[in-house]
Nanobody, 129 residues
Framework: VLVQESGGGSVQTGGSVRLSCVVS????????IGWFRQAPGRQVPGEER?????????????DYADSVKGRFTISRDNARDTVELQMNNLKPEDTGVYYC??????????????????WGQGTQVTVSS
């Protein structure tokens, strides 16, 4: 299974970025897909990657970290094996490497990084003030 993110970049505070994640080589429509991020210098063992959001296998259930609620929206298109993360009203604290991950074991709820089986390489998002 290959997970590939795209769409990162640099924006100013208040700007928007749309990330995409394509998952190939597996049964995409059965996977729960999540996004995590790692802020610069975040090195606490076991807490390097911060949960951002997930979407369940059908797209009927989502969850968001409190820090991004109302600003970020996750969606999926099972026909294209793609998940998108729309990020609006970005803040400097949103800066980091964003990782897309797929869970084969959990298809309804997963907020811990060890719940996920497949990971992308990450895409950088930088928000300047």
């Amino acid at each position: 299974v290959l997970v590939q993110e795209s769409g990162g970049g640099s924006v100013q505070t208040g700007g928007s970025v749309r990330l995409s994640c394509v998952v190939s080589g597996g049964l995409f429509s059965t996977y729960l897909i999540g996004w995590f991020r790692q802020a610069p210098g975040r090195q606490v063992p076991g807490e390097e990657r911060e949960f951002v959001t997930f979407i369940n296998w059908s797209g009927g259930s989502t969850d968001y970290a409190d820090s991004v609620k109302g600003r970020f929206t996750i969606s999926r298109d099972n026909a294209r094996d793609t998940v998108e993360l729309q990020m609006n009203n970005l803040k400097p604290e949103d800066t980091g490497v964003y990782y897309c991950a797929a869970s084969e074991r959990y298809n309804e709820y997963a907020v811990r990084d060890w719940d996920y089986d497949y990971w992308g390489q990450g895409t950088q998002v930088t928000v300047s003030s």
